[in-house]
Each structure stands twice: as C-alpha cells, then as structure tokens.
Nanobody, 115 residues
Framework: VQLQASGGGLVQAGGSLRLSCAVS????????VGWFRQAPGKERELVSA????????YCADSVKGRFTISRDNAKNMVFLQMSSLKPEDTAVYYC?????????WGQGTEVTVSS
C-alpha cells in the first residue's frame, strides 16, 4: 500500500486547509485510516481517525470541533479538513492505513500556521 499526502502549506491563524491522502496498491475500504502529526521536538500524535466504512470517527481533544476526517473509498482518498487553525497545529501531517496485520505510512505534508 502506498499513501501520498498533500495539501499542506503556510496559512495564517484562523485559516483553513484541506489535506488529502491518496491510497494506491490496495482497496482502501480494507483499512482504517488515521492522520497523525509530528511537531518539531515532539512525538508523533494521532489527530484523527476513521473506520473502514467511515461510520466511526475519532478526533483528539486538541482538534475536536475544528478538524473533520472523511474518506471516499470509491476514489481511494482520505481527507482532513482543518479549520480555525492555530500556531500549535504547526507540524508535519502523516496519513496512516492499517488493518489487523499491516501498518502503512505516507511521506507527510507540512503545515505551518503563522500567528
């Protein structure tokens, strides 16, 4: 499975970005997907996750109400809509796909939020 994240960039505080993760090599519906982020000097953390069907989602408390995860299994795409961005959201964002036996990572897309 290959994952290609895109959509990062520089945005002012209060702005919005939409991250995309294109999945290839396997049928996306076989995998739960998550967005993680890693800020400089910090550990990688889970930001949001979505079940295989899209029926269940999770958002970390730090982004709840501001970020929305979604997926389009027909197009093998996963999205993270980020609104009301804060400087503390600055990080490299990674998409992750996993099933019972496997765990796949994309290369990351950088998000910088200026104050």
């Amino acid at each position: 499975v290959q994952l290609q994240a895109s959509g990062g960039g520089l945005v002012q505080a209060g702005g919005s970005l939409r991250l995309s993760c294109a999945v290839s090599g396997r049928t996306l519906s076989n995998y739960g997907v998550g967005w993680f982020r890693q800020a400089p000097g910090k550990e990688r953390e889970l930001v949001s996750a979505i079940s295989r069907s899209g029926g269940n989602t999770y958002c970390a408390d730090s982004v709840k109400g501001r970020f929305t995860i979604s997926r389009d299994n027909a197009k093998n795409m996963v999205f993270l809509q980020m609104s009301s961005l804060k400087p503390e959201d600055t990080a490299v964002y990674y998409c992750n796909a996993r099933d019972r036996f496997n765990n796949y990572w994309g290369q990351g897309t950088e998000v910088t939020v200026s104050s």
